[in-house]
């Protein structure tokens, strides 16, 4: 099973599987920028990739986010913080 992992519920997930998957609604809780300084330590830590920066500030892809709270959690000025998800 070369470049896959492992059978999980019946469904083979590949590999980096989330760049092609929109994962956002497994979400319980989701991430708010709020007065961001644009030091991109939490784009770098994102384990998804769902964070850029657009202009000095960063931006939060929701369709990919499963709000694991890394983002919040590194943040050195607590721009970031984590919101019960509204369905």
């Not at 099973?1 to 994962?23: C, D, F």
């Not at 931006?59 to 986010?65: G, Q, S």
């Not at 709000?67 to 913080?81: D, L, Q, S």
């Amino acid at each position: 099973m070369k470049g896959k992992e492992p059978n999980i519920g019946g469904i083979i997930y590949e590999v980096g599987s989330s760049a092609k998957t929109k994962t956002g609604s497994w979400r319980t809780e989701k991430p708010v920028v709020g007065d961001c300084k644009g030091c991109k330590i939490c784009l770098q830590f994102c384990p998804e990739g769902a964070i850029s920066m657009k202009g000095k500030k960063i931006e939060i892809d929701y369709d990919y986010c499963k709000g694991c709270g890394i983002c919040a959690n590194v943040c050195p000025f607590k721009a970031i913080t984590m919101e019960i998800e509204k369905k």
